[in-house]
C-alpha cells in the first residue's frame, strides 16, 4: 500500500498538467482517467486501513470561501464531489454590507468527513473550480443567450458530468478491492455505507434543522457545453485556503 503523501504527490503532479493552459483536451482527458483512479483507490486504501483500527482517520470538517461569480452554483459543484467522497456538504450565506447602501451574500461550503476523503476533496474541487473556470472563459456564449445565465447552466452541466465521474471511479474501486474487505470479514460497501453515514450524522448534529436546497429552474442554455467540459475535467489539484477546520470527536 503506497504511503498517503505520495499518493496525493501523485495525484497533483498529474492535476497540474491539467491545470496547464496549454494542455490539450484529448491530455486533460488522459490525466483525468489516471487522477480519478488514484484518488478512489486511496480513499479505499484509508477506509480499509481504518476499519483495521478504529480511530485512525477520525472525522473532521472544513469551510471554504466560494469565489464570486456564480458562487451558488460552484457550491453545487463542491457538494458532488463531497458527496463522491463520502462527505456532507452544507451551503451557508451571509449577508454583509460594505456601507449603509451596499450590500452583498458570501456564499461558503461547511463540509464534513473523515480526514483522509476531506484532503482528497480540497485536492479536487480546487483544481476543478481552476478548470472549471478556464474552459468556461473558452465557451463562447451563443448569439441571443443571456451571458450570465447560460453560464449558471454551464456550471451546473459541469457539476453533473464531474458527480458521475467520480462515483463511476469510487465504485470501480470499491469492487476492485472486495477481496481486501472479505479478509477482514466485512465488505467495501459496508465499510464505505459506514463512512458516509458518519459524516452525515457529523453533519446534522452541527446543523440540526438543514433541509435540501430546492431545485432551480434556470433558463440559459449552457448545460450541454458544461456537462462536455466535466467529461474532461481531471479529478484533483491545488488546495482551496480554507477558513476554519477542526475535529469533531
Not at 194 to 223: F, I, K, N
Amino acid at each position: 500500500m503506497i504511503a498517503a503523501d505520495a499518493v496525493l504527490a501523485k495525484v497533483r503532479k498529474l492535476l497540474a498538467q491539467a491545470e496547464d493552459p496549454a494542455c490539450t483536451p484529448q491530455e486533460a482527458e488522459a490525466f483525468t482517467a489516471k487522477a480519478a483512479a488514484l484518488v478512489a483507490a486511496h480513499g479505499i486504501d484509508e477506509a480499509l486501513l481504518a476499519a483495521k483500527a478504529p480511530g485512525r482517520d477520525r472525522l473532521a470538517d472544513l469551510e471554504l470561501d466560494l469565489p464570486a461569480p456564480y458562487a451558488r452554483e460552484k457550491a453545487l459543484l463542491g457538494s458532488e464531489v463531497a458527496r463522491a467522497l463520502r462527505c456532507e456538504a452544507v451551503l451557508r450565506r451571509q449577508r454583509r454590507h460594505d456601507d449603509a447602501w451596499n450590500a452583498r451574500t458570501e456564499i461558503s461550503l461547511h463540509v464534513f468527513g473523515h480526514r483522509s476523503d476531506l484532503q482528497a476533496f480540497e485536492l479536487l474541487f480546487a483544481s476543478l473550480l481552476v478548470q472549471g473556470t478556464r474552459d468556461l472563459t473558452r465557451s463562447r456564449v451563443p448569439r441571443g443567450e443571456h451571458v450570465a445565465a447560460y453560464r449558471r447552466t454551464w456550471w451546473i452541466g459541469f457539476a453533473g458530468a464531474v458527480g458521475r465521474r467520480l462515483a463511476e471511479a469510487e465504485r470501480a474501486a470499491a469492487a476492485g478491492a472486495e477481496s481486501r474487505f472479505a479478509d477482514q470479514g466485512t465488505s467495501a460497501a459496508l465499510v464505505l455505507a459506514d463512512r458516509a453515514e458518519e459524516s452525515r450524522s457529523a453533519m446534522q448534529a452541527a446543523y440540526p434543522g438543514v433541509r435540501s436546497t430546492s431545485r432551480r429552474h434556470l433558463s440559459g442554455g449552457g448545460g450541454l457545453a458544461g456537462w462536455a467540459s466535466g467529461q474532461r475535467a481531471d479529478l484533483g489539484g491545488q488546495r482551496l485556503g480554507r477558513r476554519a477546520r477542526g475535529e469533531i470527536a
